[in-house]
């Protein structure tokens, strides 16, 4: 059974880095084709495409925020971790992890989700 | 830049076919995939590859694909349909993904 659950400080100030960790069971990030992605959504809002990273450690990023974006794996620990820099207020969001199966573009696990405020 | 439209919402009546579009440039030279999200709760894969149905999503649930058009269908919709829906679809030329804004559905 695939599960992912998603950690980190839920509440940031503007200008501070936020980090993510997605911890995963039931696959690993070692197996050919697979990969987890990153999605976020503002209270009320749309899901909005952030990063993903694959089992080969190749990433691809939203070019709106890719500047501020950092995807990273680590296959032994079953974690994947998202950073992002210069947080916002309009950063506020629920952020989920998902895994995409191989060679699939679709998400067919999620994480349930953090709630991550950003606010002076 | 590569985007995918949907209408913000459908309405429908309970037992009859509700359908949810999704535009954008030749989606049908790219598979979507759609996701079922109920207020407070994780998305949840209903369609993938245009239309091909997860285990466990109940076969009233089909998708379609063609030219610049993937719609969403839903037949003999029930009250426990009432969700938000989304499209999603890979933008091949800067290989990122993307989503739909969402079609909140409404079972009157």
């Known amino acids: 059974q695939i599960t992912l659950k998603e950690s980190g400080r839920t509440l940031l100030k503007p200008t501070q880095t936020l980090t993510l960790t997605c911890t995963f069971s039931?696959?690993?990030?070692?197996?050919?084709?697979?990969?987890v992605a990153w999605i976020r959504q503002p209270p009320g809002k749309a899901l909005e495409w952030l990063a993903l990273?694959?089992?080969?450690?190749?990433?691809r990023y939203s070019p709106s925020l890719k500047n501020r974006l950092t995807i990273t794996k680590d296959t032994s620990k079953d974690q994947v971790v998202l950073t992002i820099t210069n947080m916002d207020p309009v950063d506020t969001a629920t952020y989920f992890c998902?895994?995409?199966?191989?060679?699939?573009?679709?998400?067919?696990?999620w994480g349930q989700g953090t709630l991550v405020t950003v606010s002076s | 830049s590569f985007e995918l439209t949907q209408s913000p919402s459908v309405s429908v009546s309970p037992g009859q076919t509700a359908s949810i579009t999704c535009s954008g440039d030749?989606?049908?030279?790219?598979?979507v995939c759609w996701y079922q999200q109920k207020a407070g709760q994780s998305p949840l894969l209903l369609l993938y590859?245009?239309?091909r149905r997860p285990s466990g999503i109940p076969a009233r649930f089909s998708g379609s694909n063609s030219g610049n058009t993937a719609t969403l269908t839903i037949s003999g919709t029930q009250a426990t349909d009432e969700a938000d829906y989304y499209c999603?679809?890979?933008?091949?030329?800067?290989?990122?993904?993307?989503f739909g804004g969402g079609t909140q559905l409404t079972v009157l």
């Open positions: 998902a895994h995409s199966g191989p060679n699939n573009v679709d998400l067919d696990f």
């Open positions: 039931g696959f690993s990030l070692a197996t050919p084709g697979v990969s």
């Open positions: 990273v694959y089992w080969d450690d190749d990433k």
């Open positions: 030749n989606l049908e030279n790219r598979y």
């Open positions: 590859q245009d239309t």
């Open positions: 999603q679809a890979w933008d091949s030329s800067t290989t990122h993904a993307l």
